[in-house]
């Protein structure tokens, strides 16, 4: 089976990001029926103009091929969205 890609924009620095990042892995590193599922890219905005003007006022902000998850998301709503 084939990972789901995952991307988790973000930038040095943000204390958002790293609350959010601890929850995304904590659910794909530690739930059992989550680990082997999903592929998480990080992705530094600040390396990209189109990033920053798209993504800046809203990071963190997790992507996949469906839907995009914005801050602010609790764990369960971030579980909900993996799971989708």
């Given amino acids: 089976m084939s ?5 988790f924009f973000t930038t ?12 995304l892995d904590y659910l794909v590193n530690h739930q059992d029926e989550t680990a082997d599922n999903f592929d998480i890219q990080v992705v530094e905005i600040a ?17 996949s ?5 914005a801050w602010p998301f609790e764990l369960e709503e971030l579980r909900l969205w993996l799971n989708q």
């Fill in 12 to 23: 040095a620095g943000c204390h958002l990001c790293e609350q959010a990042y601890q929850m």
């Fill in 3 to 7: 990972k789901t890609p995952i991307k």
């Fill in 65 to 69: 091929s469906i839907s995009e998850l």
């Fill in 47 to 63: 390396d990209d103009d189109v990033l920053v003007d798209k993504y800046g006022i809203r990071i963190p902000v997790l992507a």
